[in-house]
C-alpha cells in the first residue's frame, strides 16, 4: 500500500481526530483555563509512561513483526499470544502499584493529593486501556486500515464526548479523569471490530510465551520505555522550570501551543504510524530505504511547511477560536514551534527507520541525550528570552536531532 493511498484512507481518522483535539482545546481553554492546562499536561505525561510500562512497551514490536511475518499466520499467532500474555500480566501488575500509591502520584505529578481518585480511575481501567492498545497494534501490522481507521474514529469520539462532558460538570477533575478512561471504554468498539476480522480469534491472544520471540520483542522495549521515560520526563522538567520562574499561567501557554502543535502535526503523525513503520519492515537494503525516505519527505515535508506558513499567518484566529482572549500572549511563540515541528517531522522519519532496523541503542542514545538536551536548552534560552526561549529550544534540538539521526541512519554498516 503507497504512502497516498494510506493517507487516503487515514484521513477521515485524522480529520476527526483532529478535530476532536482542536475542540478538546477549545472547552478545555474555557472550563480549566491556562494553569488547568499545565495540570493536563503533567497528568497526560503520567499516563503515557504508565501505560508503556502496563503493556511491557511492547506493540511497536508487535506491529514490526506481525508486518515483517505477513506470510506466516502461524508465527503472527505466536507473536500475539506471547504480546497478549505479557500486556495481561504486567497491566495488571502496574494497575496494583497505581492503586496502591495513587496518593504518592498525584503529589509528584499534580501538586495535589486531592487528585488521587484521578489515579485511582486510571488504576481500574488501565488492563482494558492497553488491550485496546495491543489491538490497534496488530491491526496496524496486519495493514488492516479500514478496521485500524474505524477504531481510532471510535476513539476520538469517546475522547471528545467524554471529556467534554466531564470537563463541563467538574471542571479540571472531570476532565482529567476523562483523560485516564477513555481510552479503556473504547476497548469495546475495538474488540468488536477486531472480531469480525478473518484473521481475529481471542485465543490468538492467550497461551504460552514464546521466549525467543519475548526476546525479539526485549529490543523495542527498551526503545519505548526509554521513550516513554525520558520525553515526558524532560517535559515534567520544562513545565516545573516555566512554572517555578514565570508562573502556572506561562506554562500553560506553552502547554496550550505544545497542544495545538499536537491537533495539526496529527494529521501527518498519524500516518506516518500507519504507514512507515510496517513498509520499512519489508524493505531490506540501503537502497531500498533510502528511496523510501526521500518517497516520503517528498509528501511530507512539502505538507508541513505549507501547513505551517499557513498557521503562521492565521495565528491570531487560531488562538481567538481555538482558545480563548486569556491566551493571546502564546501568538508570540508560533514562530519557532512551527519551525521546530518542520525538523521534528524531518528526523521522525528517520527514526522510523531505527526503529524498523531494530538499532536500539542508537536509538536509547539519542532518546535520552535529546530529551534532556531540550531541557538544557530551555533553561539557557529561557534565560535570555523568557517564554520564547522554550519554542527556540524546541526548534534548536530537533535541528540538531535530525543532523545526527540522518548520519547514524545511514551508516551502510547497518544493512545487512
Same mark, same amino acid.
Request: proline share 1%; with cysteine.
Given at each position: /500500500?503507497?504512502?497516498?493511498?494510506?493517507?487516503?484512507?487515514?484521513?477521515? $481518522?485524522?480529520?476527526?481526530?483532529?478535530i476532536?483535539?482542536?475542540?478538546l482545546?477549545?472547552?478545555?481553554?474555557l472550563? %480549566?483555563?491556562p494553569?488547568g492546562?499545565?495540570?493536563?499536561?503533567?497528568?497526560q505525561n503520567a499516563?503515557? /509512561?504508565i501505560?508503556?510500562?502496563? &503493556?511491557g512497551?511492547?506493540n511497536?514490536?508487535?506491529?514490526?513483526y506481525t508486518a515483517?511475518?505477513?506470510?506466516?499466520p =502461524?508465527k503472527?499467532?505466536? +507473536?500475539?499470544k506471547?504480546?497478549?500474555? !505479557?500486556s495481561?500480566?504486567?497491566?495488571?501488575?502496574?494497575s496494583?502499584?497505581?492503586?496502591?500509591?495513587s496518593?504518592?502520584?498525584a503529589?509528584f505529578f499534580?501538586n495535589?493529593?486531592r487528585?488521587?481518585?484521578?489515579?485511582?480511575?486510571?488504576?481500574?481501567?488501565l488492563?482494558?486501556?492497553t488491550?485496546n492498545?495491543?489491538? +490497534? $497494534?496488530?491491526l496496524n501490522?496486519?495493514?488492516?486500515?479500514?478496521?485500524?481507521?474505524?477504531?481510532?474514529?471510535?476513539?476520538?469520539?469517546?475522547?471528545?464526548?467524554?471529556?467534554?462532558?466531564m470537563?463541563?460538570?467538574?471542571?479540571?477533575?472531570g476532565?482529567?479523569v476523562?483523560?485516564?478512561?477513555?481510552q479503556s471504554?473504547?476497548?469495546?468498539?475495538?474488540?468488536?471490530?477486531?472480531?469480525?476480522?478473518?484473521?481475529?480469534?481471542?485465543?490468538?491472544?492467550?497461551?504460552?510465551?514464546?521466549?525467543?520471540?519475548?526476546l525479539d520483542?526485549?529490543k523495542?522495549?527498551?526503545?519505548?520505555?526509554v &521513550?516513554?521515560?525520558?520525553v515526558?520526563?524532560?517535559?515534567?522538567?520544562?513545565?516545573?522550570y516555566?512554572t517555578n520562574? !514565570?508562573?502556572?499561567v506561562?506554562?500553560?501557554?506553552? =502547554?496550550?501551543?505544545?497542544?495545538? &502543535?499536537?491537533?495539526y502535526?496529527?494529521?501527518l503523525t498519524?500516518?506516518?504510524?500507519?504507514?512507515?513503520?510496517?513498509?520499512?519492515?519489508?524493505?531490506?537494503?540501503l537502497q531500498e530505504?533510502a528511496?523510501?525516505?526521500?518517497y %516520503?519527505?517528498?509528501f511530507? !515535508?512539502s505538507?508541513?511547511l505549507?501547513m505551517?506558513?499557513?498557521?503562521?499567518?492565521?495565528?491570531?484566529?487560531?488562538?481567538?477560536?481555538?482558545f480563548?482572549s =486569556?491566551?493571546?500572549?502564546?501568538?508570540?511563540?508560533?514562530?519557532?514551534q512551527l519551525?521546530?515541528?518542520? /525538523?521534528?517531522?524531518?528526523?521522525?522519519?528517520?527514526?522510523?527507520?531505527?526503529?524498523?532496523?531494530a538499532?536500539?541503542?542508537?536509538?536509547?542514545?539519542c532518546?535520552?541525550?535529546?530529551?534532556?538536551?531540550?531541557? !538544557?536548552?530551555?533553561m539557557?534560552l529561557?534565560?535570555?528570552?523568557?517564554?520564547?526561549?522554550?519554542?527556540?529550544?524546541?526548534?534548536?534540538n530537533?535541528?540538531?536531532?535530525?543532523?545526527?539521526?540522518?548520519?547514524?541512519?545511514f551508516?551502510?554498516?547497518?544493512?545487512?
Amino acid at each position: /500500500m503507497t504512502l497516498v493511498k494510506t493517507s487516503l484512507l487515514n484521513g477521515i $481518522a485524522v480529520l476527526v481526530k483532529m478535530i476532536t483535539l482542536l475542540g478538546l482545546n477549545k472547552i478545555l481553554a474555557l472550563y %480549566v483555563g491556562p494553569s488547568g492546562y499545565a495540570a493536563m499536561g503533567q497528568f497526560q505525561n503520567a499516563v503515557q /509512561m504508565i501505560t508503556t510500562f502496563a &503493556s511491557g512497551a511492547i506493540n511497536t514490536g508487535v506491529t514490526k513483526y506481525t508486518a515483517e511475518h505477513f506470510d506466516a499466520p =502461524e508465527k503472527q499467532q505466536t +507473536l500475539w499470544k506471547t504480546a497478549g500474555m !505479557l500486556s495481561l500480566g504486567a497491566s495488571i501488575f502496574t494497575s496494583m502499584l497505581i492503586i496502591v500509591f495513587s496518593e504518592q502520584l498525584a503529589e509528584f505529578f499534580l501538586n495535589d493529593k486531592r487528585f488521587a481518585g484521578v489515579f485511582l480511575w486510571f488504576g481500574a481501567t488501565l488492563t482494558f486501556f492497553t488491550l485496546n492498545a495491543l489491538l +490497534l $497494534a496488530v491491526l496496524n501490522g496486519k495493514k488492516d486500515i479500514s478496521r485500524y481507521v474505524i477504531a481510532n474514529i471510535v476513539g476520538s469520539c469517546f475522547a471528545l464526548a467524554v471529556t467534554s462532558l466531564m470537563a463541563m460538570t467538574m471542571g479540571l477533575y472531570g476532565a482529567l479523569v476523562a483523560l485516564a478512561v477513555y481510552q479503556s471504554l473504547s476497548f469495546t468498539v475495538t474488540l468488536f471490530i477486531s472480531f469480525r476480522a478473518p484473521w481475529f480469534k481471542c485465543s490468538y491472544f492467550f497461551g504460552a510465551i514464546d521466549r525467543k520471540v519475548a526476546l525479539d520483542l526485549a529490543k523495542f522495549s527498551a526503545m519505548a520505555l526509554v &521513550s516513554a521515560l525520558c520525553v515526558p520526563i524532560s517535559h515534567v522538567m520544562v513545565r516545573k522550570y516555566l512554572t517555578n520562574d !514565570l508562573g502556572q499561567v506561562s506554562a500553560g501557554y506553552w =502547554e496550550a501551543m505544545f497542544r495545538f &502543535s499536537s491537533a495539526y502535526l496529527i494529521v501527518l503523525t498519524s500516518t506516518l504510524s500507519v504507514y512507515l513503520l510496517p513498509r520499512l519492515s519489508e524493505l531490506k537494503s540501503l537502497q531500498e530505504i533510502a528511496r523510501e525516505v526521500i518517497y %516520503v519527505y517528498k509528501f511530507v !515535508l512539502s505538507a508541513v511547511l505549507v501547513m505551517g506558513v499557513c498557521i503562521y499567518f492565521l495565528r491570531d484566529l487560531i488562538v481567538s477560536l481555538l482558545f480563548s482572549s =486569556e491566551f493571546s500572549p502564546m501568538e508570540n511563540l508560533f514562530l519557532w514551534q512551527l519551525v521546530g515541528d518542520f /525538523m521534528k517531522i524531518g528526523s521522525w522519519v528517520l527514526g522510523y527507520v531505527m526503529i524498523s532496523r531494530a538499532q536500539f541503542k542508537a536509538f536509547v542514545g539519542c532518546e535520552i541525550i535529546f530529551s534532556f538536551s531540550f531541557v !538544557l536548552f530551555t533553561m539557557w534560552l529561557g534565560s535570555y528570552y523568557g517564554l520564547v526561549g522554550v519554542v527556540l529550544a524546541h526548534a534548536l534540538n530537533y535541528f540538531i536531532y535530525w543532523l545526527v539521526v540522518t548520519i547514524l541512519v545511514f551508516r551502510r554498516s547497518w544493512f545487512v
